[in-house]
């Protein structure tokens, strides 16, 4: 699979943000994450001391899809348990344009889609970013 380019989000880091589930529907592929801000983006606050950055509750979104490949369900992964007694499934390992569309890799596998290129949506600050993509 040849990379075409790394796609990022104005204002967040995507590879410190914590998957907390994922879904996929006949027309999208959606990962509930924590998204980790950057401390340029308005809302950003000096994280708790247990924290190691500013979380907020996001979800990355591929509408439109048309094809999936390479994703293991959320019962073939083993979640991990953090020192406060939550779940979740570490941080997103990287995300990237690819010839047909996008990949992204975390503890689900390396996901290749046909799709209209993700968005990232934060409900709590009502906020919806579209990516950057960087060749």
């Keep these: 699979m040849k990379k075409l380019g790394e796609i990022h989000f104005e204002q967040v880091d995507m590879t410190d943000s914590i998957v907390l589930g994922w879904d996929c529907t006949a027309r999208a592929f959606r990962i509930r994450l924590d998204v980790s801000l950057l401390a340029e983006h308005p809302k950003y606050d000096t994280p708790p001391r247990q924290h190691r950055s500013c979380f907020v509750s996001g979800e990355l979104v591929f509408d439109k899809l048309t094809a999936v490949s390479g994703l293991h369900s959320m019962d073939e992964v083993s979640p991990t348990?953090?020192?406060?007694?939550?779940?979740?499934?570490?941080?997103?390992?990287?995300?990237?344009?690819?010839?047909?569309?996008f990949c992204?890799?975390?503890?689900?596998?390396?996901?290749?889609?046909?799709?209209?290129?993700?968005?990232?949506?934060?409900?709590?600050?009502d906020e919806i970013f579209h990516c950057v993509i960087n060749d």
């Design 81 to 101: 348990t953090d020192a406060d007694g939550s779940i979740d499934y570490d941080t997103l390992h990287g995300l990237w344009k690819v010839e047909g569309g």
């Design 104 to 125: 992204v890799e975390g503890e689900f596998g390396e996901v290749r889609l046909s799709s209209d290129p993700p968005i990232l949506r934060i409900s709590s600050l």
